[in-house]
C-alpha cells in the first residue's frame, strides 16, 4: 500500500534525523534531540495505523544474521545451499531404498521361489486392475 510505504520511508527519515543528532550530540541541543524522538515515536505509530496488522514470519536465524549487520540475501543463498545438500542426502537414501529392495525381492526369489512366483502374478493382476481403473 502507498500509503504504508510513505508511512515507512517517513518512519526512516527520522529515525535517521534521530541518528545524526546522537553522534553530533552538544549538550545544548537536547530539546532538538527530544523533539526528533518524539517525530520518530509519532512516525512509528503512523507506520502502525497505515500499515494494520500485518502478519509477518521471520526465521530467527535471519534476524541474527541482520543484527550482525549480515546481508540477508546471504541468509537467502546459506538456506538455499543447505536445502540442496539435504534434497542430496534424501535423494541419497531413496537410492539405497530402491536397491535395497531390488535385492530383497531378488533374495526372495532364490529363497522361495513357488511364494514369489505366486506374489509376482498377484502384484501384476493388481497393477493392471489398477491402470484399467485408471483408463475409466
Known sequence: NGDGEGAVREAL?????????????????SDLLAQRINAFVSSLEDVRKT????EAKFPVEL????????????????AFHTC???NQKVK???????????????QAALAFPED????RS???SDETGQDEQAKQ
Not at 527519515?13 to 550530540?25: A, L
Not at 541474527?64 to 549487520?69: A, H, I, M, P
Not at 535395497?100 to 525381492?105: D, E, K, M, R, T
Open 13 to 29: 527519515k527520522k529515525i535517521h534525523d534521530v541518528e545524526k543528532s546522537v553522534k553530533d550530540f552538544e549538550e545544548h541541543e
Open 122 to 124: 498377484e502384484r501384476a
Open 92 to 106: 541419497g537414501k531413496a537410492t539405497n531404498l530402491e536397491k535395497f529392495h531390488a535385492a530383497l525381492v531378488e
Open 116 to 119: 514369489f512366483k505366486k506374489w
Open 84 to 86: 540442496v545438500v539435504e
Open 51 to 54: 500499515l494494520g496488522v500485518v
Open 63 to 78: 534476524l541474527r544474521r541482520l543484527d550482525t549487520g549480515i546481508n540477508p540475501d546471504k541468509f537467502v543463498v546459506d
